[in-house]
């Protein structure tokens, strides 16, 4: 499923080019066991800033960095936040692990890695011939535009006109080639269709996270092993895992869930998206406001056939509680109202948009399987409030036009109404026949209008051994090439 045909003259490239620049890469399981890392390495981390544009962020692409924006090591468990009664409203505990400590601030550096490095270490992509194509709704093409830059390779950013104007500044700053393509969100294709016009330029090579398998396999071995680590290091006894919910996106993070459901298998996983779009629900389209995930498609790489449940959430939920967490008059309500603690309220400055929609999933299936203060779910925060500070900003302009300001009142009211409201509608539990439903979904994007093929697509559903299993076992395989590419660059011999 991961092409791993070596390319000698572009491998060659790729070596010298590594042996010149100081690039050592990272082995999958050195994300997922930081204590792999060579000494050496972790002693010259303790002076790189997190988002520093040094090769040596390379070994920060892992759930298990301290959360420090300068000289940070590792530790055994992801930073997390952890969801109490009196905010959620369910008995259960939701426990999520937070993106904000990966470079960038977001987790998608990592599934960027993933979709770049089996062609990195066989010389598939050439970084002295071409150019990196990312194309996103917004944090995925960070990730890639970011990781390029480490291993001196040019790039090109592709992500919707009308994402946060947050992404757009990073991306200029860092260099990027940038293609702002129409409409927001839910307006994949309009990055598809700009994704195959490059195609056409043997320059560019596209890593489309939303078909490429080393998207799964990175999120499989680093972020499924990862929740395993979190809820098992702070389980309480009595404790079981219920399940997890993600936010479809690309669906590489449900690929932790499948993860998750080897290692305890009564649980169940939880695909999230906007109910302006509930495509997995409805076979429904649309525009949404939850950034960070696309929408209108159901991804080549998301595995239906291991799904439970579709989960839809109001894209106004996590647009207001994005102000709740953020704003003054927000976070005194939520500890002299609320009675959060202090460092918890602090905490809620780790949740972007989509980091929020994955909690309220998490609430949405505590509620539909009436899960107990014995049960526990979890999920992922995907990047942070920093990338979203304008979003907070127009919806003050808003009131401000109404002749209104966010108050107390206002608070409690975001919180009752947009947390401790939510219902069990609009979810769907999927049986054989929906997740087959689903999944015959991808006929109508992937073969008739992006080249595979219906034999190809039947592989997914029946042949999971050479599909699904194949990309998740495929991580010694690829370590192995990264370990023979560091070995011909003689860098890890002068550390």
């Not at 090769?55 to 055994?76: C, D, H, M, V, Y």
């Not at 066989?122 to 960070?142: E, I, L, M």
């Not at 190809?456 to 192995?480: I, K, R, S, V």
Request: one cysteine or more; a negative charge.
């Amino acid at each position: 499923m991961i092409d791993l045909t070596v390319n000698r003259q572009g491998l060659a490239h790729n070596i010298e080019t590594a042996r010149e620049r100081g690039i050592i890469i990272p082995t999958v399981a050195q994300m997922r066991d930081p204590s792999r890392i060579p000494e050496a390495i972790r002693e010259k981390l303790s002076s790189v800033g997190l988002w520093d544009v040094d090769p040596l962020n390379l070994f920060r692409i892992s759930w298990k960095n301290e959360a420090k924006t300068s000289g940070g090591q590792f530790q055994s468990i992801p930073n997390y936040v952890d969801f109490p009664p009196v905010l959620t409203g369910v008995p259960c505990r939701i426990i999520a692990a937070a993106g904000k400590w990966f470079p960038t601030g977001c987790h998608k550096v990592g599934a960027a890695f993933g979709c770049l490095a089996p062609r990195l270490v066989t010389g598939r992509f050439d970084v002295q011939r071409h150019k990196a194509v990312w194309p996103s709704t917004g944090n995925y093409c960070r990730g890639g535009v970011f990781n390029s830059r480490l291993l001196g390779a040019q790039s090109v950013a592709i992500l919707p006109e009308g994402m946060s104007p947050e992404r757009f500044a990073w991306l200029h700053e860092i260099g990027a080639e940038v293609i702002a393509t129409p409409g927001t969100e839910s307006n994949v294709k309009e990055i598809f269709d700009k994704t195959n016009e490059l195609r056409q330029d043997p320059q560019y090579m596209i890593f489309n996270q939303f078909e490429e398998m080393g998207n799964v396999l990175w999120h499989y071995n680093v972020t499924g092993n990862a929740l395993a680590d979190l809820f098992e290091g702070v389980k309480r006894p009595g404790e079981r895992l219920a399940g997890c919910c993600f936010t479809s996106g690309s669906a590489g993070t449900l690929s932790a869930g499948d993860r998750l459901k080897d290692l305890y298998p009564q649980m169940k996983i939880g695909a999230g998206e906007a109910l302006q779009c509930p495509t997995i629900l409805r076979n429904g389209f649309g525009s949404h406001r939850i950034e960070g995930i696309g929408d209108k498609h159901i991804p080549w790489i998301h595995n239906v056939r291991n799904t439970d449940m579709a989960i839809a959430i109001d894209d106004e939920d996590p647009r207001r509680l994005l102000r709740l967490f953020n704003t003054d008059a927000g976070r005194a309500y939520l500890k002299d109202g609320a009675g959060l603690d202090p460092e918890l309220i602090e905490k809620l400055s780790w949740l972007g948009i989509s980091g929020i929609a994955n909690v309220l999933c998490c609430i949405k299936m505590a509620k539909y399987y009436e899960l107990s203060s014995n049960d526990v779910l979890v999920t992922v925060l995907t990047d942070s409030a920093a990338m979203y500070g304008s979003r907070i900003r127009e919806l003050g302009e808003e009131d401000a036009a109404a002749g209104k300001t966010y108050t107390g009142t206002s608070a409690m009211l975001d919180h009752h109404l947009h947390i401790l409201g939510l219902k069990t509608d609009n979810m769907l539990e999927l049986t054989y026949a929906e997740r087959k439903r689903v999944h015959n979904l991808k006929y109508y994007t992937w073969v008739e209008q992006q080249g595979k093929t219906a034999e190809e697509l039947d592989a997914l559903w029946y042949d999971t051994e050479n599909t699904w299993d194949a990309a998740h076992a495929g991580a010694d395989t690829l370590d192995a090439l990264i370990e023979a590419f560091n070995e011909e660059t003689g860098l890890l011999k002068r550390l």
